[in-house]
């Protein structure tokens, strides 16, 4: 059997294309991923200027100014340092629970941000239920802290571990049920769906008007599980010396720091998509609406302002819990969760009635 060399050749050339296909798709399909990554690490290096910055001026002092213009490379100048410092494993702990630990912390909410829409049509993956994916996912991080906690063989570490679990538990049933009386409103668990839900009424058909209620109480449940004052019992270095934090140093310590960090963004990110329109504007008795449905007509430049629109609401967001965390004092883990299980939880639950009364009615 003779075979000709140009078929050869063709079926050669034809495999070569064929893997360069494979290839074309599978860096298409991670531009968007980095391109995400590297958004999400800038927010949270601007975060943390923020809070230097917004700490100070509450403190009536300088705060960082030395680190670039304004201060604006200090987080950078600490995170290069965490990575260049001795990693110290304790002797006697579990070194693979110790070791997991901070990269189940971050990882899982990394994930989170894949169902954030940030403009319209501009969303890593739309699904049907999108904000229950972010509620699973952010449960999987308290795991996290507690297998640090476990695995440092440290009685100050394994109580802020506990800590942290018994806090997420506490607050994630009032922030689920927050969500489910938004989803009843927009007839979806899609974040994108519910963003449009808000836009056909303007300014006045955001949730905050229509759920108050469920705003405050969804508002201080993020705080909690962000585990940022007054409810950083976890953490609490009067108590604890660092809660999980404690035997952790170099890069480990540094993946905790950025994981409350981006805990924080996310939590941020979400009260703007479910409570305040996400990238939609309407400005009352002033008529430009007209001017951003470029955000539905127009590519990139739509793109843009959609982002901006959404990362100025979030940021706005970020400075409430900024100023929070220097004005309430830490409060006892009893009173944690007395105000979880006794007060968010029944007024949650209120509030779910009410919306499916309202729901109900309405039909």
Same mark, same amino acid.
């Given at each position: 059997?003779?075979?000709?060399?140009?078929?050869?050749?063709?079926?050669?050339?034809?495999?070569?294309?064929?893997?360069?296909?494979?290839?074309?798709?599978?860096?298409?399909?991670?531009?968007?991923?980095?391109?995400?990554?590297?958004?999400?690490?800038?927010?949270?290096?601007?975060?943390?200027?923020?809070?230097?910055?917004?700490?100070?001026?509450?403190?009536?002092?300088?705060?960082?100014?030395?680190?670039?213009?304004?201060?604006?490379?200090?987080?950078?100048?600490?995170?290069? &340092?965490?990575?260049?410092?001795?990693?110290?494993?304790?002797?006697?702990?579990?070194?693979?629970?110790?070791?997991?630990?901070?990269?189940?912390?971050?990882?899982?909410?990394?994930?989170?941000?894949?169902?954030?829409?940030?403009?319209?049509?501009?969303?890593?993956?739309?699904?049907?239920?999108?904000?229950?994916?972010?509620?699973?996912?952010?449960?999987?991080?308290?795991?996290?802290?507690?297998?640090?906690?476990?695995?440092?063989?440290? &009685?100050?570490?394994?109580?802020?571990?506990?800590?942290?679990?018994?806090?997420?538990?506490?607050?994630?049933?009032?922030?689920?049920?927050?969500?489910?009386?938004?989803?009843?409103?927009?007839?979806?668990?899609?974040?994108?769906?519910?963003?449009?839900?808000?836009? &056909?009424?303007?300014?006045?058909?955001?949730?905050?008007?229509?759920?108050?209620?469920?705003?405050?109480?969804?508002?201080?449940?993020?705080?909690?599980?962000? =585990?940022?004052?007054?409810?950083?019992?976890?953490?609490?270095?009067?108590?604890?010396?660092?809660?999980?934090?404690?035997?952790?140093?170099?890069?480990?310590?540094?993946?905790?720091?950025?994981?409350?960090?981006?805990?924080?963004?996310?939590?941020?990110?979400?009260?703007?998509?479910?409570?305040?329109?996400?990238?939609?504007?309407?400005?009352?008795?002033?008529?430009?609406? =007209?001017?951003?449905?470029?955000?539905?007509?127009?590519?990139?430049?739509?793109?843009?302002?959609?982002?901006?629109?959404?990362?100025?609401?979030?940021?706005?967001?970020?400075?409430?819990?900024?100023?929070?965390?220097?004005?309430?004092?830490?409060?006892?883990?009893?009173?944690?969760?007395?105000?979880?299980? &006794?007060?968010?939880?029944?007024?949650?639950?209120?509030?779910?009635?009410?919306?499916?009364?309202?729901?109900?009615?309405?039909?």
């Amino acid at each position: 059997m003779i075979i000709d060399t140009t078929e050869v050749q063709d079926i050669n050339s034809f495999s070569r294309l064929e893997s360069l296909k494979e290839v074309y798709g599978i860096i298409w399909i991670l531009i968007p991923i980095l391109t995400l990554v590297l958004g999400i690490t800038i927010g949270v290096l601007v975060i943390v200027w923020l809070e230097r910055e917004i700490s100070a001026g509450i403190q009536q002092r300088i705060g960082p100014e030395y680190a670039g213009p304004l201060g604006v490379l200090q987080a950078l100048a600490d995170g290069t &340092k965490l990575l260049f410092k001795e990693n110290l494993i304790p002797s006697r702990g579990n070194i693979r629970l110790f070791s997991i630990g901070p990269s189940i912390s971050v990882i899982s909410i990394l994930v989170s941000y894949s169902v954030i829409p940030f403009g319209y049509n501009f969303v890593l993956a739309d699904l049907n239920i999108g904000v229950f994916l972010w509620i699973a996912i952010s449960s999987i991080a308290p795991i996290g802290l507690l297998m640090s906690g476990y695995g440092s063989n440290n &009685k100050y570490s394994f109580l802020g571990g506990l800590r942290a679990a018994a806090q997420s538990i506490s607050y994630e049933i009032p922030l689920t049920l927050c969500v489910l009386s938004i989803s009843l409103l927009s007839n979806s668990l899609s974040t994108v769906d519910i963003v449009d839900a808000q836009s &056909k009424y303007g300014f006045w058909g955001w949730n905050l008007w229509r759920q108050p209620i469920g705003f405050i109480v969804f508002l201080i449940s993020s705080l909690a599980e962000c =585990e940022r004052l007054p409810f950083d019992l976890p953490e609490a270095e009067e108590e604890l010396v660092a809660g999980y934090q404690t035997e952790y140093s170099g890069i480990k310590f540094g993946l905790f720091y950025v994981a409350s960090y981006l805990n924080l963004l996310v939590s941020s990110l979400f009260v703007t998509v479910l409570y305040l329109g996400g990238w939609n504007i309407s400005i009352p008795y002033i008529f430009i609406s =007209e001017l951003f449905e470029i955000n539905k007509t127009c590519g990139v430049f739509g793109t843009t302002i959609g982002i901006f629109i959404t990362l100025a609401k979030t940021y706005l967001f970020l400075f409430v819990s900024i100023t929070t965390r220097w004005t309430l004092p830490r409060l006892r883990m009893d009173q944690l969760l007395n105000l979880g299980w &006794k007060f968010l939880l029944p007024i949650s639950l209120g509030n779910l009635l009410l919306t499916t009364s309202f729901r109900l009615f309405s039909l």
